[in-house]
DNA sequence: TCAAATGTTTGATC
DNA sequence: GGATCAAACATTTG
């Protein structure tokens, strides 16, 4: 699924594909995902100059000449250069050097232009990977609850998901229902630490491809070859051995070690 | 054949 | 406001 790592991936492979370019034409097909009129969407596309693109958490933003193209993958988008449109093809964006799809299975996913960005925006908490500890620790102290939901929440923090929180916190060595008010400073530093080396390695190895994660040239990530605990229910450990652990928190399914990460 | 699981965000409710 | 939970959706798995 497309979190920070894969999102930081796609729009790497993409920009330079488009930076600079003019957007010929623009098809939509979704109501769901353009949540807005159709035709109006795809005027407002036509003649537009991409400026350049950029991410915040799981945010990808067109920064265009008249606007912006917000785009959120969801859990199955993805955003393909040059290939041909599928059965779930949601956008056909053809520009001047070539076309751009956007392909959503479950259509969690949006893409929407705007004049400018709705206040609602304001709410994002600060990028995962731009975060420094004093804000994380001062940010976190304000927060009540088990600390694994609190890292899937956006507006404390964007770009973490299901994937990486599980892995951030084995990491970490902390019990994914810790309460939030009990953490040390201490272990915060070493959550704070965790988050930020996990997502660069991640990145490095261009994501991680559970299910039908692929960047904008259609090719997989490798990091779920690494992964520690998410998805190895029932598998020892790669730090103690113990059997990984696979309980619901907060309605998601989440992956620890019972030995190494206690309460 | 049907039910459950998958995981991200939004929006309703407390 | 914050915490919690159902809903949006399509496909896969049991």
């Not at 159709?38 to 005027?43: G, I, L, P, R, S």
């Not at 956007?102 to 994002?124: C, H, K, T, V, W």
């Not at 965790?194 to 660069?200: D, K, Y």
Request: some cysteine.
């Amino acid at each position: 699924m497309p979190e920070l790592p894969e999102v930081e991936t796609v729009v790497r492979s993409i920009s330079a594909h488009v930076i600079g370019r003019t957007i010929l034409h623009a098809e939509f097909f979704s109501p769901l995902v353009t949540r807005s009129d159709f035709k109006k969407t795809a005027q407002a596309l036509c003649g537009a100059i991409i400026r350049g693109v950029r991410r915040r958490g799981k945010q990808i933003f067109f920064d265009l000449d008249n606007g912006i193209l917000y785009v959120h993958l969801g859990m199955t988008g993805k955003l393909l250069w040059n290939t041909t449109a599928g059965k779930h093809a949601r956008a056909i964006i053809s520009l001047d050097s070539g076309t751009l799809i956007y392909d959503d299975i479950r259509q969690f996913g949006r893409m929407e232009f705007f004049d400018n960005l709705p206040q609602s925006f304001d709410r994002a908490g600060p990028d995962a990977l731009n975060i420094g500890f004093e804000e994380f620790y001062n940010r976190l102290k304000r927060r009540k609850g088990q600390i694994k939901p609190l890292l899937l929440n956006q507006s404390f923090l964007s770009g973490v998901g299901n994937i990486y929180a599980d892995e951030l916190l084995f990491k970490a060595r902390i019990h994914p229902r810790t309460s939030t008010q009990r953490m040390s400073k201490k272990r915060a530093a070493l959550l704070h630490s965790s988050l930020i080396s996990v997502l660069q390695l991640a990145i490095l190895h261009r994501g991680s491809s559970v299910s039908d994660y692929v960047d904008s040239a259609g090719e997989r990530g490798s990091f779920q070859n690494l992964h520690n605990v998410y998805g190895r229910a029932g598998q020892p450990c790669p730090r103690c051995g113990a059997a990984i652990r696979r309980i619901v928190i907060g309605q998601r399914g989440t992956h620890y070690c019972p030995r190494c990460q206690r309460v």
